[in-house]
């Protein structure tokens, strides 16, 4: 009487076959009379069939796990419309569409699908081992419970976006125990164009708790699930032309169920029934801790559960309140300084964090997190930048526009965050960090303002239209693997125009011998005179360099950094072209008896702070940062006003942010000016640049190279010289004589320290480019220098085997 039958267009009976041949195929009966009945079988862990819920009376078409306890639904047909009485159906009628009808035989709940099947093709419902009811044809599935998720989430199901309808999958709550109607939390996925995928769960639209970004392994911080190989399940995100989404999925082969339910209260509960047991266990339950609180600390806020007070500002913010109530963080904190978005600006690394809501970010998978670093910077909007995706070998790119919220700092497993500073704020913090030794530089904060603006006075490139070699070239581009967007905003000239302006590359306008090959004077037809390297055809190496320097400096401009003005490639021919240095390179000067007689002290200094600036703008404020690798005095032109230029690039590497040291097995540099950790170990660094930039600030003083310095007292060279007499109290006498009439004793004093402090034998102890800037345009006190490096030629073995190699060029180990 209370039956009711499943009607199974035209198969009524095959059913009945069904049931005997086989347990799964095909969608089986029936009735609605006792709490639980299945109507389905078919299935080895799900059931199909009506139910009521908690205390409730109300009768509803579900579907649960079998024989767990407690019973745990994972989807319910009628969830709005409940049956009132045990009197109800479920139906499927030959378009394909399944009903439950009531007791009026009204369908109070329906799928929407449709389809038009022939009478060779009848529709079947099927419930299938992953719990998942399908109707379909003979061929295809037409509709899915899994595209329709309620609250629970199970291996196999799908959370995120079907990008061809539109449809999102989400997980809504029930609204009580009792009552599975839409309840006031949802669990959903932010998967959007160019956004990074992460969970939230809402409440109404208020985001309640944020859970990731997915960091390529699963969502940071806290699950622990894909980095614990014993774990048994694991997370999959899915993202191509058709769908974004996520999953997981039994990791061994245990058959572990896992069930994820976001509850009428709004937790996003995790629980798992392992083989032969059926019984529910808590696994993991969100949110996790206080800190889980979307937003707690509001915008550039991080909220940490090890710390007290909870919330603190990132560095280089300040509270906006600036008397905030300890409970309530929401309106955050502000910039101490604010943007400008000026050359000076850049990135202050935060790490092991929850990254910032990816809401206002752009997420771009093919750039490194140097051209990262770089489309952050160009864009004067872009608050900062990261490389959110651990499994993709440092590739892609998430670019944040707009204020940082929900950040918080994790203990472990966290992610680097690069947050964009203003330049006044990372010099200061730059400062705070070298001042461990108790640097006080009391001038500091007027002296960087000062600087900026120095650095910001970066040439324009005011390069005139030359007479250029057709853009056709693009071939030979090819050919020297030069990537053609490096030379792009180069002039091109013709190799006629260059033959023309060097008197067909005579002799006679030879200036010297390059690390490529010859170099030239030359005058273009305009008058402007002009250095040109030439790669001599036989060096091999020299194609390397020759490329190197090209894409190296191609998009440097900086005063104290010589200027390409130009290149020319025409059949083998390979040509760089620069500017004039009207008195070439440092050394030819500083270390000729006579001439150095024009370098008084202030010209020297000028150098030094010249010299100073321009690595600083290399390591720290063109768009790349790049560790020259032969600072020496040979490749410090002077122009005709004794400004220092670096030049020679042909060794010099690009670096991003921090991560700005390498092992190198081919060591290449000059002894006398090669740090030890690079010339013993292959190790190099920003600090061995410093160490480079030491020895010419101790040449520059004393007159004297420091490779082939002789004393009579002692066998120690021009370092160890150095140091024994700041040991001795005896400095000043490290300076040359010729300088006593121009010098300007606390400067001289003030460009030795430094130097010392520069050549440490420890890399770390060595102060960065831009603590030597200040160093040497502030009165503050400086850090006592520890012994330099290389002290004495003789008891330093590894010195003795580097001395007898070639004194140009000092290449270990051959192949890189
Ligand atoms: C059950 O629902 C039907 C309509 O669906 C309604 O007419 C009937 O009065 C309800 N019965 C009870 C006991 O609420
Ligand atoms: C399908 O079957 C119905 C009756 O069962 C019949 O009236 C109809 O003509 C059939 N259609 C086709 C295309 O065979
Ligand atoms: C997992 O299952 C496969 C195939 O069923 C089997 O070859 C393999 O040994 C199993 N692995 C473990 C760890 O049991
Ligand atoms: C925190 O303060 C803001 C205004 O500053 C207010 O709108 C919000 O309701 C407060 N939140 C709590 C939890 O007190
Ligand atoms: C990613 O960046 C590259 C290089 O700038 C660009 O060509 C590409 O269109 C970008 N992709 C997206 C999806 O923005
Ligand atoms: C900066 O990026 C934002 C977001 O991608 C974009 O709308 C804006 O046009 C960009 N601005 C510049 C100057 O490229
Ligand atoms: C992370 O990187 C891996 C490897 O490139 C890739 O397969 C995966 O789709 C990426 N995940 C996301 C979310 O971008």
Redesign the pocket.
């Known amino acids: 009487m209370n039956q009711t039958i499943l009607l199974l267009p035209h198969i009524v009976s095959v059913f009945l076959m069904l049931k005997i041949c086989t347990s799964l195929d095909t969608i089986a009966v029936y009735q609605n009379i006792i709490d639980g009945d299945t109507i389905v079988s078919g299935s080895e862990n799900f059931e199909l069939g009506f139910f009521s819920p908690g205390s409730s009376k109300n009768r509803y078409v579900g579907i649960w796990f079998k024989n767990t306890s407690p019973r745990a639904v994972i989807w319910v047909a009628n969830r709005e419309a409940p049956l009132n009485n045990t009197m109800g159906m479920v139906k499927l009628d030959n378009h394909g569409i399944m009903s439950v009808v009531n007791e009026a035989g009204r369908a109070i709940w329906s799928s929407n699908s449709f389809a038009s099947f022939t009478n060779a093709t009848i529709p079947r419902a099927q419930l299938l081992d992953d719990g998942n009811l399908v109707i379909k044809d003979e061929n295809s599935v037409i509709w899915q419970s899994f595209d329709y998720p309620g609250d629970t989430f199970i291996s196999g199901m799908k959370l995120g976006k079907d990008l061809i309808t539109g449809r999102v999958m989400k997980l809504t709550s029930w609204r009580s125990a009792d009552d599975p109607s839409t309840g006031e939390y949802s669990v959903s996925f932010l998967m959007e164009d160019c956004r990074y995928?992460q969970v939230y769960i809402k409440k109404s639209s208020v985001i309640v708790t944020r859970i990731g970004p997915?960091d390529?392994i699963e969502f940071a911080g806290q699950l622990n699930y894909k980095r614990n190989p014993n774990h048994m399940y694991i997370i999959d995100?899915v993202?191509n032309q058709k769908e974004m989404y996520f999953q997981y999925t039994s990791n061994i082969n245990t058959t572990v169920s896992l069930k994820s339910t976001v509850t009428p209260s709004g937790k996003l509960e995790i629980m798992q029934l392992s083989n032969g047991n059926n019984e529910w266990m808590p696994d993991h339950t969100f949110p996790v801790d206080y800190c889980d609180n979307y937003g707690l600390c509001g915008p550039y806020g991080s909220c940490s559960t090890a710390t007290s007070p909870t919330c603190e500002c990132l560095k280089g913010f300040e509270l906006k309140d600036p008397k905030p109530n300890p409970d309530n963080w929401t309106s955050g904190c502000t910039r101490t300084r604010a943007l400008d978005c000026g050359p000076g600006e850049g990135f202050l690394k935060f790490s092991s964090m929850k990254l910032p809501d990816t809401q206002n970010a752009v997420f771009n998978?093919s750039l490194s997190l140097q051209e990262c670093e770089v489309a952050c910077k160009d864009n004067c909007s872009c608050t900062a930048y990261a490389n959110p995706?651990m499994?993709?070998g440092g590739v892609?790119c998430l670019l944040w526009f707009g204020d940082l919220i929900d950040v918080r700092m994790y203990s472990q497993n966290g992610q680097d965050l690069h947050v964009r500073l203003a330049a006044a704020e990372l010099l200061e913090l730059n400062m705070v960090s070298q001042s461990k030794r108790k640097v006080v530089l009391t001038v500091a904060i007027s002296i960087s303002s000062g600087l900026v603006l120095l650095l910001a006075v970066a040439y324009a490139c005011t390069m005139k239209n030359k007479t250029s070699c057709m853009k056709g070239d693009a071939l030979h581009k090819k050919k020297t693997g030069i990537q053609i967007e490096d030379l792009d905003e180069l002039p091109v000239f013709r190799l006629h125009t260059l033959a023309k302006a060097t008197d067909n590359f005579s002799i006679n306008n030879k200036i010297g011998e390059g690390g490529f090959g010859p170099v030239y004077k030359g005058e273009l037809e305009d008058g402007q005179v002009v250095a040109m390297k030439r790669l001599s055809e036989t060096s091999k190496q020299g194609l390397d360099e020759f490329k190197n320097e090209v894409i190296c400096i191609a998009k440097l401009q900086h005063r104290n950094l010589v200027k390409l003005l130009g290149y020319c490639i025409h059949g083998n021919e390979m040509i760089l072209i620069y500017e004039y240095m009207a008195n070439k390179s440092l050394d030819t000067i500083l270390f000729d008896e006579t001439r150095s007689l024009t370098l008084d002290w202030p010209k020297r200094f000028n150098i030094i702070l010249g010299m100073a600036r321009g690595i600083l703008y290399l390591h720290q404020d063109s768009r790349l940062q790049i560790i020259h690798r032969d600072l020496k005095a040979g490749n410090i032109l002077l122009d005709d006003e004794m400004n220092p230029k670096i030049s020679d690039f042909g060794l010099a590497r690009k670096f991003v942010g921090s991560d700005s040291a390498a092992k190198t097995k081919k060591v290449v540099g000059t002894y006398g000016y090669i740090a030890p950790e690079y010339a013993v170990h292959g190790l190099f660094s920003v600090k061995s640049d410093v160490f480079s930039f030491g020895v010419l600030v101790l040449e520059i003083v004393s007159g004297k190279k420091n490779r082939g310095f002789s004393h009579k007292d002692h066998s120690d060279n021009l370092l160890g010289h150095a140091w024994r007499l700041y040991k001795e109290d005896k400095t000043i006498e490290l300076m040359n004589a010729s300088l006593h009439g121009s010098c300007n004793v606390s400067e001289v004093l003030r460009a030795i320290h430094v130097g010392l402090l520069c050549v440490q034998h420890h890399a770390n102890d060595r102060p960065t480019m831009l603590s030597v800037v200040l160093m040497l345009v502030s009165e503050g006190v400086l850090p006592q220098p520890k012994q330099p490096a290389f002290f004495t030629g003789e008891s330093d073995s590894q010195v003795q085997a580097l001395s007898s190699v070639d004194e140009y060029m000092i290449t270990q180990c051959c192949a890189r």
């Open positions: 995928p997915y390529g995100m993202a998978a995706n499994t993709a892609g």
